[in-house]
């Protein structure tokens, strides 16, 4: 996720936004991605200044230290745009720490008893976090953007799923080839 391109969305949708807004609006927006930290925020802020995507457009003291409004520059929709045009590519590289630390437990534990227990454990936190996902689509309090982000999850883990099933499966082949 480009955090630069999704401030350049949310200055977009807004105008007009200090800082606080703008990670405001990110998380209440993105329900169920990260929460974008205070420390990203502003040096993505500097660095969307230094490279002309928006600009400062007011400077407020309210009792405290100075807030400074932003706004888009047109630079910044011409980023924005282009960003917005680009395909998502799919992934070429497996960044899952799911499929990492079985590959690790069969290569270093003397038997396949540690992956499978592994397997199992993360089996049911993927049960578990698909009960949570499923009371907030079931519970008639979610927003449209709440339920495409519980939709979204639930695919991924229900594919997760399938993978730990046809994995364990193999435990033992696979066991084999890792340690060979």
Same mark, same amino acid.
């Given at each position: 996720?480009?955090?630069?391109?999704?401030?350049? !969305?949310?200055?977009?949708?807004?105008?007009?936004?200090?800082? @606080?807004?703008?990670?405001?609006?990110?998380?209440?927006?993105? *329900?169920?991605? #990260? +929460?974008?930290?205070?420390?990203? $925020?502003? %040096?993505?802020?500097? =660095?969307? $200044?230094?490279?002309?995507?928006?600009?400062?457009?007011?400077?407020?003291?309210?009792?405290?230290?100075?807030?400074?409004? @932003?706004?888009?520059? +047109?630079?910044?929709?011409?980023?924005?745009?282009?960003? $917005?045009?680009?395909?998502?590519?799919?992934?070429?590289?497996?960044?899952?720490?799911? *499929?990492?630390?079985?590959?690790?437990?069969?290569?270093? /534990?003397?038997?396949?008893? /540690?992956? #499978? %227990? *592994? $397997?199992?454990?993360?089996?049911?936190?993927?049960?578990?976090?698909? #009960?949570?996902?499923?009371?907030?689509? /079931?519970? !008639?309090?979610? %927003?449209?953007?709440?339920?495409?982000?519980?939709?979204?999850?639930?695919?991924?883990?229900?594919?997760?799923? =399938?993978?730990?099933? /046809?994995?364990?499966? #193999?435990?033992?082949?696979?066991?084999?080839?890792?340690? %060979?």
């Amino acid at each position: 996720m480009s955090t630069t391109h999704v401030l350049l !969305g949310v200055l977009a949708a807004q105008g007009v936004s200090h800082g @606080y807004e703008l990670k405001r609006e990110h998380d209440r927006r993105l *329900f169920g991605v #990260r +929460p974008l930290a205070f420390g990203q $925020l502003y %040096s993505t802020l500097a =660095r969307m $200044l230094r490279d002309g995507y928006i600009a400062e457009a007011a400077h407020e003291r309210a009792g405290g230290p100075d807030r400074v409004a @932003y706004r888009l520059t +047109p630079q910044g929709r011409t980023a924005l745009d282009g960003w $917005l045009t680009q395909v998502v590519a799919p992934a070429v590289h497996i960044s899952a720490d799911l *499929f990492v630390k079985v590959i690790v437990a069969l290569l270093a /534990t003397p038997d396949e008893g /540690t992956a #499978r %227990s *592994f $397997l199992a454990a993360q089996r049911a936190a993927h049960l578990a976090r698909m #009960r949570e996902l499923t009371a907030v689509k /079931t519970g !008639g309090q979610a %927003s449209v953007t709440e339920l495409a982000a519980a939709d979204y999850l639930l695919n991924h883990l229900d594919a997760d799923l =399938r993978w730990m099933a /046809t994995t364990m499966d #193999r435990i033992s082949q696979l066991r084999a080839e890792v340690r %060979s």
